[in-house]
Every structure is written in C-alpha cells, then in structure tokens.
C-alpha cells in the first residue's frame, strides 16, 4: 500500500528563520505530488503541486519544493517564514493506478509555530 | 472554499444518533470525497464518490454510509454515532475531466463531537 511519511511532527521556528518540511512517499510508479496548508480554524488549501517537468516547483506565498525521484521525496522550503505561516502542513500523493485514480494519501501533518 | 458548502459546521450529539452531514459544491466537478481528521493522524479518506453512480470505501468507511443524491450533492452518515467518530470532518471536490491527480478542494470542515 502506498503510503506518505512527513517527519517531523512540530516544527518550531522564529521569523525570518529557512524551512524545509520533509516528505517522502512509498509508490515506485508514476505520482503526482501536493503540499496542502491548514491554517488554524480553517480547510485546507493546496499550496503547490507537482505533475511533471521541472522538479522545482513553486506554489503560492514563497514556497516552494523539490521533487527528487530517486529519494521518493518532495520537501518543501521557505527561503525566510514569517508569523503568518503559523499552520499544519500536509503532503499528499496521489499514483495513476487501478481504480483510485484521484484519490489522495496524506501525510500525517507537520505543525509549524513561528516565533515572532 | 466557498464552492464547496459544508453543513453543519458544527454538531453536538449523543451516542447512538442517526447523523448526516451534507456536502454541495457549485465547481461543477464530478469527483467528491469525504475525510476525517483526526490530530496527529492527518486525513483520512471514508469514501469517494467518481460520479454520481459510483460510490467507493476508502480507507475507513466502517461505521459510515454515503449518498450521491446529485452530481453536486455528497453526503455522508452515521447511522448509530460513536464517540471515537469525534472528529473534524471535510469534504472535497476534485474535476477528472482536466486529467488525473487534479488537486481537491476542500469545504470548511464539520466539527462533530459524540457524546
């Protein structure tokens, strides 16, 4: 079964500090790739999203990730976070087979607190 | 996302009630899904629905029914609630006609606490 690891659970940093969110998945075949956001009180929102064509892709807000086929990873970074950012960060795959095409396996969510 | 209309948006019942929880959308996409998320386990699909025909479990249906009524209708039910179905839920929305692995749009969530 497929499956997609995020790992770390808490993520704590000041403003103006780098963030990178690890993610990897388990799938060998085909995938497309989401990073959703969840600000306290809120739905989720898709923050970028990868298909196919350049690894680096950028979303919305300054992030952006890196798709790394060889490692089954799509971490996402922000050069410098602000306050703002304070939310849950989702990956999400979703592989091209059988019947659930569509469907999507999230991560189990990192939080990120930024310190003012 | 306003174009996904969840209700309620909040619930507060007791063990052993018949809950439903709706789910409209005005996106004109076929495909519609129901989660839970639940903390530190991030979200869970119950089951999704391609059109308004096919219905299908997903990771953890039991314990849970479904109804397409319409394509822009979704809603799901707890026939006999539980507490450990606390939990927030979400419904969403994805469009196959543009390819596949389009992203989801989600509703505002359901809050619903079983007591």
């Known amino acids: 079964a497929q499956s997609v690891s995020q790992h770390n659970h808490h993520v704590i940093l000041s403003e103006a500090a780098s963030l990178e969110l690890g993610c990897n998945y388990s799938y060998g075949g085909t995938v497309n790739l989401f990073w959703y956001v969840q600000y306290p009180g809120q739905h989720l929102q898709l923050l970028l999203k990868y298909f196919s064509g350049d690894p680096l892709v950028k979303g919305i807000k300054g992030f952006e990730a890196e798709f790394i086929k060889s490692k089954f990873s799509f971490n996402l970074r922000k050069p410098s976070v602000q306050w703002s950012d304070t939310a849950e960060y989702f990956c999400a795959v979703n592989a091209n087979y059988g019947g659930s095409q569509g469907n999507l396996i999230f991560g189990k969510g990192t939080k990120l607190s930024v310190k003012p | 996302d306003a174009d996904v209309t969840q209700t309620p948006r909040n619930r507060i019942t007791k063990t052993g009630k018949r809950i439903m929880l709706e789910c409209s959308q005005t996106?004109?996409?076929?495909?519609m899904y129901w989660y839970r998320q639940d903390p530190g386990l991030g979200l869970r699909l119950i089951y999704y629905?391609?059109?308004?025909?096919?219905?299908n479990k997903g990771e953890i249906s039991d314990g849970y029914s479904v109804s397409r009524q319409a394509q822009a209708k979704f809603s799901l039910s707890l026939e006999s609630a539980i507490p450990n179905q606390t939990a927030l839920y979400f419904c969403?929305?994805?469009?196959?006609?543009?390819?596949?692995?389009?992203?989801?749009?989600f509703g505002d969530g359901t809050r619903l606490s079983i007591l």
């Open positions: 996106k004109g996409h076929d495909r």
């Open positions: 969403a929305t994805s469009d196959s006609g543009r390819g596949l692995g389009q992203p989801q749009h």
């Open positions: 629905s391609f059109d308004v025909k096919d219905i």
